[in-house]
C-alpha cells in the first residue's frame, strides 16, 4: 500500500492533546475519523510526536498506509475538507517512501513556547499564549537559558509519569527572542533537540520564568540542573504557549510531494530541515 506523509497545523485548545482517547476528543482522532470518511477501515496514524491538552502544532508530522494511490494534492485537500469545522488543517502531504517512518525517521523536533507580558487580558490570542502581567528580564533569561544547553541529566525539567528510558537528552539550541508588539512585549522561546522528555520545554520555560521576574538568578538556573531532583523545578508553564514547530528529517518529505501534486516551486511550503 502507498505510505502518505502529513504535514498538520492545529490549534490545541479545544483538544485533549494528540493521543486517541476513547472518551475524549482529540487530535489523532480528528485526523484518523477524516481519514476513514476516505477510506473506512483506514489503519491509524503515526505521529512524529504527541502533544499534550492544549499545546498547538504548526509542523507536527504523521504517515499513513492508504490502499488507494492518491494524488497528494487531491488527499490533502480532501482531508481538510473532512476534518471541518475542527481547527486542523493538513498543510502538506506527501507520497513518501515505505521505510519513511514520522516517529522514527525524524531527526530533530524544534519548539516555540509563547509567553506575552501585559497587565490587560489578552483578547485576540487568548488561549495562544502565556499571559504574564509582570515585565521580564530578557537578557537574564538568556543567561540562564545558556546552562541547559547541551547533553545533560534533565531529571528537574522532566515530568514525574515520563515514560522516556532516561533522563539524559541533548538540548541543541534554547533561545529567548524578544518581539513588541502594539499593547505588550512577546517573549519567544525556541528550542531544538532530537526528542525532549515529557514536559521538558514547559519546564524549562517556568523555570526561565522565574529568573526574568527576579525570583531566581541566572546561576540558579544551573543549580536547579545540576540536583537533578524534579522538586528543583520551577513552576511549569501553561499549555497553551507550546507550539511543535517542526520535526526535521534527513531529507525534507514534502518538497517532491507537492511537485507531484501540479503545485508550482513557488507555492511549495519552505523547508522545515531543523
Known amino acids: 500500500m502507498p505510505r502518505y506523509a502529513f504535514k498538520i497545523e492545529y490549534d ?15 487530535v489523532q482522532g480528528c485526523v484518523e475519523a ?9 489503519p491509524g496514524v503515526v505521529a512524529a510526536g504527541r502533544t499534550d491538552t492544549g ?24 482531508l481538510n475538507w473532512h476534518l471541518r469545522p475542527d481547527p486542523v488543517a493538513i498543510v502538506a502531504c506527501a507520497r513518501v517512501d515505505d521505510d519513511f517512518h514520522a516517529r522514527f525517521s525524524a531527526r530533530g523536533r524544534s519548539y516555540t513556547y509563547r509567553l506575552i507580558c501585559r497587565r490587560a487580558p489578552l483578547v485576540h490570542g487568548a488561549g495562544q499564549a502565556w499571559a504574564v502581567k509582570g515585565d521580564l528580564d530578557v537578557g537574564a533569561m538568556t543567561e ?9 541529566d534533565f531529571t528537574t525539567f522532566r515530568a514525574v509519569h515520563c515514560q522516556a528510558k ?12 524578544e518581539v513588541h508588539l502594539p499593547a505588550g512585549r512577546e517573549i519567544r522561546f525556541h528550542l531544538h533537540a532530537r526528542s525532549f522528555l515529557h514536559n521538558q520545554v514547559r519546564s524549562i520555560v517556568g523555570s526561565l520564568e522565574r529568573v526574568g521576574a527576579g525570583s531566581w538568578v541566572p546561576d540558579d538556573m544551573r543549580t536547579a540542573l545540576e540536583a537533578r531532583n524534579r522538586a528543583a523545578c520551577g513552576p511549569v508553564a501553561p499549555s497553551e504557549g507550546l507550539y511543535l514547530t517542526s520535526v526535521g528529517y534527513p531529507q525534507d518529505p514534502f518538497r517532491q510531494g507537492w511537485r507531484e501534486a501540479g503545485l508550482p516551486p513557488a507555492a511549495m511550503p519552505v523547508s522545515d530541515q531543523s
Open 34 to 42: 477524516a481519514l476513514a470518511g476516505l477510506q473506512p477501515d483506514a
Open 166 to 177: 532516561s533522563p539524559i537528552k541533548t538540548l541543541d539550541e534554547l533561545r529567548v527572542e
Open 12 to 26: 490545541g485548545l479545544p483538544f485533549a492533546g494528540w493521543q486517541r482517547q476513547t472518551d475524549q476528543t482529540t
Open 55 to 78: 499545546v498547538h502544532a504548526l509542523g507536527q508530522v504523521v504517515s499513513v498506509d492508504l490502499e488507494r494511490d492518491w494524488d497528494p494534492f487531491r488527499l490533502a485537500e480532501a
Open 144 to 152: 540562564a537559558a545558556r546552562h541547559l544547553v547541551g547533553k545533560h
